[in-house]
């Protein structure tokens, strides 16, 4: 999308704003930067709010635009493969709706829907892919043509046609410069990859060199992406340490799953170098990254990704896992359209397996539990102790114990959950069976997702064990009415303070504070007790407004207190309350912590947000930034917290200010004035903001903000009180908002709007 549609995004925006419509004016603004830039808990709910809330004022474009967006996010850097197939064809279906289809944007739906199909299964929808895309009737000209050549290049590799589809890609480039327009980072990266498929590695590092200018649709996510398939091609070259310098690190692609693949691709080509460290964490990983594509319907990055991940264990001779990982891909490949030589590639991961010679134990077998209790947690190989153990495991309940938690650690519970069900359930014995076996046990069936399963098992267990069994499994499925009960039973049943802490989180999510504290409170002089279950006990109790139990808190964790009865309102010092802005991003509020848990809110905010200064919120009392480490910097640090829930609103208005900024000693005064009067407030615009001189046209310093005041104080009081305060000022304040409100002078602030072009 270019200025075009942007332009077309702003004039939306006033539009929304002079209807009164301030939060929505402010949200879709930022969609599409959450959808680049990864903060896709925001997306997830601002995007179909925006979505409903535009086809409820019948604005079809901005339906299209929010539904365009959410999908991107979720497709784009995600890779969300089958469960979002369903939810691209309906995004294509609304894109050709007549009063949707002129929309500059609306051919990005047929790009999106490849993708995603892409996403699932490249090869196996290749044909589909191309016949969509090849009927998109657009030229250079048109927004989405960058998007739309890209995703037909891709479409003709998967099909494996990659000479044409170098072909298309350099026509394509070619089309655009003819129309002057330049093709998108992300099409040279595609003719780059075409390249490589066709054998003509140095060609595609040439490419890749040649793109490197070229304006990225995804600015955001270019470096590391770029990163990547460079090192792919360059591995390819062979040129090894040129590879691994390009290669971004582990943490750097590990919030992108787009990348995943042709990262472990690179890796691959890597291991044999010695450059790399191909160790049973890169496996760890590996394996969550399959376990993530299989959650997300990517067939064919699962098949792939099994298949590096095996070779890669086969080289650190990680003989079990070089199996398992065989499995998974003969499991992924069932789901494939066209398997293509995965079945040939799975056979020879296995025999390549059989060859390796595990490593040897580092003593008897009797021994083993012992040598491993012993051996050094940082430094040992879990991967290796995996292998040592399986002869024992499924024979002695310690060497099981041991084996099967590593496997879970190391992303296999399910065959955790083998081993420990033909030991414990199919024995007959897990009535009998120690609590901490069956606790492991519950711990991998809810890991593999084995709730039926578990649900079985729990039924052959006594009343407390299940009970705490089911109401885990509940908690973890975040079915909060089912885990209340299982976890009220498990109390009543003996299950201890575990249970209780199960209870309470269950009835808090139900929104029931009170009791939820109450629980904990209960067993508030327990040794099992925990520091985070008496601040979690706390914070229910303030939003209940249960005081005795908020001190009862306190008085455990050696907190004190100036008040021994009634609210607990004192001053404890400046704190930052993080809060949720109408756009989806959040807001730091500075302000004044009255409590464990509470915050009066200190800054006015805009019209349009559901709180303001002076309103009692309830806050998480857990640090969001650790505590800095030198005392210089502890001086200035203002902790921050995430806010719960609204305790008491103050009730306050936020007026909008503007203009040019004042001499210090007029702007001190201005201060002073809204001091005495107790009205908050600040300043929002920075050095960088100027306005224009009325008559020579100079540009000045600028200041804009917001003024809130508290419900006793009427609109023509804060009228007066400005105009006031300001009447002696060099250059004058507007405030329109507010003299529209009361209908004072209108024209002279609406003049002043216009004169110094603020």
């Known amino acids: 999308m270019d200025v075009d549609i942007w332009a077309w995004v702003g004039d939306t925006q006033r539009q929304l704003h002079e209807a009164g419509n301030t939060g929505l004016a402010m949200a ?33 474009w901005l339906e299209f635009y929010a539904r365009y967006w959410h999908l991107i996010g979720r497709v784009g850097d995600r890779a969300q493969g089958a469960v979002a197939v369903a939810d691209a064809e309906t995004l294509v279906e609304f894109a ?18 490849a993708l995603v199909q892409a996403n699932t299964d490249g090869p196996g929808y290749a044909a589909e892919r191309l016949e969509v895309l090849g009927a998109v009737e657009i030229g250079p000209d048109s927004l989405a043509f960058p998007a739309v050549a890209e995703q037909y290049v891709a479409a003709l590799v998967d099909a494996g046609r990659a000479d044409e589809a170098v072909t298309y890609a350099e026509s394509a480039v070619a089309r655009l410069g003819d129309a002057g327009r330049e093709a998108s980072w992300e099409l040279g990266a595609a003719s780059a990859r075409a390249l490589l498929a066709a054998g003509r590695a140095e060609d595609a590092l040439t490419a890749l060199d040649a793109a490197a200018g070229f304006k990225p649709d995804d600015p955001i996510a270019k470096a590391h992406r770029e990163g990547v398939l460079r090192a792919l091609v360059l591995a390819t070259l062979d040129r090894m340490q040129e590879s691994v310098d390009a290669l971004p690190d582990l943490d750097v692609v590990g919030d992108h799953p787009r990348d995943w693949v042709e990262w472990a691709r690179a890796i691959r080509g890597l291991a044999g170098s010695a450059r790399i460290t191909n160790t049973w964490q890169l496996g760890r990983v590996l394996k969550q990254w399959i376990d993530y594509f299989a959650m997300m319907g990517g067939y064919h990055a699962r098949a792939e990704l099994a298949l ?30 066209n398997p293509g030589d995965v079945a040939e590639r799975i056979a020879a991961l296995r025999t390549a397996a059989d060859g390796v010679v595990a490593p040897e134990a580092p003593g008897p077998e009797a021994e083993l539990v012992a040598y491993f209790d012993a051996a050094d947690g940082f430094n040992a190989d879990p991967e290796r102790w995996v292998g040592w153990l399986a002869p024992l495991s499924g024979q002695d309940l310690p060497a099981t114990r041991r084996h099967t938690t590593t496997l879970g650690f190391l992303g296999y519970p399910a065959r955790g959950v083998d081993i420990y069900w033909t030991t414990l359930v199919e024995s007959g014995d897990i009535g009998a069976a120690d609590p901490q076996d069956v606790s492991y046990l519950v711990g991998l069936l809810i890991e593999a997702r084995q709730d039926e399963r578990l649900e079985q098992m729990a039924q052959l267990l006594s009343g407390a064990q299940r009970h705490l069994a089911l109401g885990r499994l509940y908690r973890a499925r975040e079915r909060w009415e089912q885990a209340a009960v299982e976890g009220e039973a498990a109390v009543a049943a003996g299950a201890g303070v575990e249970a209780s802490r199960l209870w309470s989180v269950a009835v808090q999510q139900g929104g029931d504070n009170a009791k939820g504290a109450m629980i904990l409170r209960e067993v508030l002089d327990s040794e099992e007790i925990e520091p985070e279950d008496v601040w979690r006990m706390i914070t229910m109790a303030t939003a209940a407004e249960d005081w005795e139990t908020v001190r009862a808190g306190t008085a455990k964790i050696g907190m004190p ?29 500075i302000s004044l912590r009255t409590g464990p848990a509470t915050a009066r809110l200190a800054i006015p905010q805009p019209p349009g947000m559901e709180y303001n200064a002076g309103d009692l919120v309830v806050f998480e009392p857990q640090l969001l930034e650790p505590l800095p480490e030198t005392a210089e910097e502890q001086e200035g640090f203002i902790p921050p917290f995430a806010a719960v829930s609204m305790l008491r609103p103050g009730g ?9 900024a004042p001499g210090e000693t007029d702007w001190t005064e201005f201060n002073e004035v809204m001091a005495e009067r107790g009205w908050p407030m600040w300043v929002y615009s920075d050095d ?10 100079e540009k000045l310093p600028g200041v804009f903000g917001w003024i809130a005041v508290p419900p006793d104080v009427t609109p023509v009081e804060v009228d007066a009180v400005l105009d006031d305060a300001t009447e002696r000022w060099v250059h004058p304040l507007a405030w329109l908002d507010l003299a529209k409100a009361v209908d004072v002078e209108v024209e002279r602030h609406e003049r002043i709007v216009k004169e110094y072009g603020l």
């Open 308 to 337: 590096i991940a095996g070779d890669l264990a086969v080289i650190r001779q990680g003989v079990w896992q070089a199996r398992l990982l065989a499995d998974v891909a003969e499991s992924a490949a069932g789901e494939l359209r």
């Open 688 to 697: 960088s903001y100027t306005v224009t001189h009325p008559t020579s046209g």
């Open 652 to 660: 306050y208005t936020s007026w909008f200010f503007d203009g040019a």
């Open 28 to 60: 879709i603004g930022d969609v599409p930067a959450q959808a680049l830039e990864g903060r896709y808990s925001q997306l997830d709910v601002l995007a179909p709010a925006i979505a409903q809330q535009a086809a409820s004022l019948e604005l079809p």
């Open 96 to 113: 050709r709706r007549e009063d949707v289809r002129d929309c500059p944007a609306a051919p990005g739906a047929v790009a999106a829907l």
């Open 561 to 589: 207190l100036q008040s021994t009865e009634g609210p607990i309102e004192e001053e404890m010092g400046l704190v930052r309350i993080i809060l949720p802005a109408p756009d989806g991003s959040q807001r730091a509020v």
